[in-house]
Every structure is written in structure tokens, then in C-alpha cells.
């Protein structure tokens, strides 16, 4: 006996298909974004055709929101890494000005007699 659902790939075309006019309405710009959420839906087909979703909207729209929470974490990380690096910097630069006042402070003082 053959399949009785459509893949979820073949739904996911389908429904790619359908908003290919609403794609086509989009400024250039944005048709790259739309594109990639058609992208992350993709790159958990899947795991999204193990459910054999009936609709399978669900199915992307947590695929994409899952792809979103990966990025926010891997920025969320840079992010940190940044902040610790630029604390380091101030960190140095705040003790290279404590030295250099403490230079000029042990200076004797030049007075002419």
C-alpha cells in the first residue's frame, strides 16, 4: 500500500506555491527574508514529517521559531564574548591611567630657586 498524505516537503511546496504572489508583492529586500523562513521550515522537514501534520502550518512556523531561538543564542553568546572583552579593555586602560598618575605623583616637583 502506498502513502496517503502528501510528504510534508510536498505540502511545504504547495504551500510555498501559494504564497508565491505574496512573495512577488514584497519589496526586493524583503523577498530574501521570506525566502529564508521557507529555508528554516526546510531545514526541519524532518522532524516536521514525523508528525504528519494534516496542516502542516504548525509544523513551520516551529520550525522557523526554532531557528530564530538558535540565532538569538549564538548573538546572545557573541554578545557576552563582546562585553567581556570590552570589560578587559577598560580593565587595562583604567590601570594604564592609575599608573600614569601615580608616575606623574612620585615626580619630584620642579622648583626654581
Known amino acids: ?11 511545504l511546496r504547495h504551500l510555498e506555491e501559494q504564497w508565491a504572489t505574496y512573495r512577488r508583492a514584497l519589496r526586493y529586500d524583503h523577498q530574501e527574508h521570506f525566502d529564508r523562513l521557507f ?3 526546510r531545514a526541519h522537514a524532518d522532524a516536521s514529517g514525523h508528525q504528519n501534520p494534516t496542516d502542516p502550518m504548525p509544523a513551520i512556523l516551529l520550525s522557523i521559531a526554532l531557528e530564530h531561538e538558535r540565532h538569538l543564542q549564538e548573538f546572545e553568546a557573541e554578545l557576552e ?3 567581556q572583552a570590552l570589560e578587559t579593555l ?8 592609575a599608573e600614569k598618575h601615580s608616575d606623574r605623583a612620585e615626580e619630584p616637583a620642579n622648583v626654581d630657586a
Open 1 to 11: 500500500m502506498g502513502r496517503t498524505n502528501p510528504t510534508f516537503r510536498d505540502q
Open 39 to 41: 529555508e528554516y521550515a
Open 81 to 83: 564574548e563582546l562585553q
Open 90 to 97: 577598560e580593565a587595562l586602560e583604567s590601570a594604564e591611567t
